[in-house]
Antibody, heavy 118, light 111 residues
Framework: QVQLQESGPGLVKPSETLSLTCTVS??????????WSWIRQPPGKGLEWIGF???????NYNPSLKSRVTILVDTSKNQFSLKLTSVTAADTAVYYC??????????WGQGTLVTVSS | QSVLTQPPSVSGAPGQTVTISCTGS?????????VHWYQQLPGTAPKLLIY???NRPSGVPDRFSGSKSGTSASLAITGLQAEDEADYYC???????????FGGGTKLTVL
């Protein structure tokens, strides 16, 4: 059974960089059958796609966030990561990592709340 | 304003059937991209409910069904149960925006 687990600071100061890691267990990250995504959900609001990465390192980002987002993969650790620069209060959200398979997201992490505040 | 439009809320009594619509456009659902549905119980991560317009992952009861026609899709839940009370989201891909898109979500209340 594939499991994903997000980790990283729960509090980030405005203008700083949000950094999260997703650890994948129960399966290898190294397959072109799926890609690995970050999705966020502001408190009380809907889901917003941030971007995804293949194990090769090929990425696709949401154009609205592209200038601030970097997603990287570390196949040796079976992990992928998210960096979001110049954060503001609008970036406060629960951040989920998820596996994308044939367009749908079949496995999700439990989510981690990141609050942007001084 | 979400690219995919869902009703903010629907409700039904136990045992009844409810339908949740997801309306898109010619650049997403109408362009032939699949629609997927997720159930999000309070305080938990979304769970894949329907993939590829009408397919259920293993373990999802057959009370849940999906369909797609033109620029819209629908999720039907028959034999409503109290445990179905949750938020439901549709998801597709938009070729004009080059983004994965989600509907705004629909809150299902079981009366």
């Amino acid at each position: 059974q594939v499991q994903l687990q997000e980790s990283g600071p729960g509090l980030v100061k405005p203008s700083e960089t949000l950094s999260l890691t997703c650890t994948v267990s129960g399966g290898s990250i190294s397959s072109y059958s799926w890609s690995w995504s970050w999705i966020r959900q502001p408190p009380g609001k809907g889901l917003e796609w941030i971007g995804f990465i293949y194990y090769s390192g090929s990425t696709n980002y949401n154009p609205s966030l592209k200038s601030r987002v970097t997603i990287l993969v570390d196949t040796s650790k079976n992990q992928f990561s998210l960096k979001l620069t110049s954060v503001t209060a609008a970036d406060t959200a629960v951040y989920y990592c998820a596996r994308r398979s044939s367009g749908s997201y079949d496995y999700w992490g439990q989510g981690t709340l990141v609050t942007v505040s001084s | 304003q979400s690219v995919l439009t869902q009703p903010p809320s629907v409700s039904g009594a136990p045992g009844q059937t409810v339908t949740i619509s997801c309306t898109g456009s010619s650049s997403n659902i109408g362009a032939g991209f699949d629609v997927h549905w997720y159930q999000q119980l309070p305080g938990t991560a979304p769970k894949l409910l329907i993939y590829g317009n009408s397919n259920r992952p293993s373990g999802v009861p057959d009370r849940f069904s999906g369909s797609k026609s033109g620029t819209s899709a629908s999720l039907a839940i028959t034999g409503l149960q109290a445990e179905d009370e949750a938020d439901y989201y549709c998801q597709s891909y938009d070729t004009s925006l080059s983004v994965v898109v989600f509907g705004g979500g629909t809150k299902l209340t079981v009366l």
